[in-house]
């Protein structure tokens, strides 16, 4: 089976473009989440999807937002782009929405590369 | 709020040696992750820990949960050059997943 896709791998943007980052989750996995990760530092929450339905959202503005569709696979968009944003941006898929039913082991993805110049 | 905790941030260890990673956690929970990470690559996902006292190993390597203590550990025995890689701990919040800022493990000869 196919992991965890994602595309691009690698982006290069200036300040104050526009991008949108997709990913593709296991086949069978209806959650899908979203972290930034900045050089040297672990992975940040950013979102949660489960069947197309935003289940949670961490610490970052409103300059970032989601969606994911009837496939399950999901889109990340970030406005106005500022060069903090540049980090890698992981995808990763998973059964459940976890935390009552069952455990929420995650998959990454290989994620996204984004520079902002 | 839930705040994970890893130390050492950096490890330094000789082959043959043995070390522990640790891992603490602010808030309650009973699920916990172990993800390694290569240079420029994705996590990979080592362990998961549903349990009070679960232990679990792979190869060289050893993980265990003490949700009362909120600390489970990642024990490295016979490190081998292979090893080398950031680890990461991770703990399932409230509709999130919160990550410790990880261990950059070097094995050196």
């Known amino acids: 089976d196919a992991g965890v896709t994602q595309s691009p791998t690698h982006l290069i943007k200036t300040r104050g473009q526009h991008v949108t980052l997709r990913c593709s989750p296991i086949s069978g996995h209806k959650s899908v989440s979203w972290y930034q990760q900045v050089l040297g530092q672990g992975p940040q929450f950013i979102f949660q999807y489960y069947e197309k339905e935003e289940r949670g959202r961490g610490n970052f503005p409103d300059r970032f937002s989601a969606r994911q569709f009837p496939n399950y696979s999901s889109e990340l968009n970030v406005n106005a782009l500022l060069l903090g944003d540049s980090a890698l941006y992981l995808c990763?898929?998973?059964?459940?929405?976890?935390?009552?039913?069952?455990?929420?082991?995650?998959?990454f993805g290989p994620g996204t590369r984004l520079t902002v110049l | 709020e839930l705040k994970v905790e890893q130390n050492p941030l950096f490890l330094s260890m000789q082959e043959g040696k043995n070390y522990t990673i640790y891992c603490n956690y602010s808030t309650t929970s009973d699920r916990l992750y172990w993800y390694r990470q290569d240079p420029g690559k994705s996590l990979e996902s080592l362990f998961v820990l549903l349990s009070n006292g679960a232990v679990k190993q792979e190869g060289r390597l050893m993980a265990s949960l003490d949700t009362k203590a909120r600390l489970s550990t990642l024990h490295i025995t016979a490190a081998v050059h292979d090893l080398s890689a950031t680890y990461f701990c991770a703990v399932d919040g409230h509709n999130d997943m919160r990550f410790g800022a990880g261990t950059r493990l070097t094995v050196k000869p």
């Open positions: 990763a898929s998973s059964r459940s929405s976890g935390r009552m039913d069952s455990y929420n082991e995650q998959f």
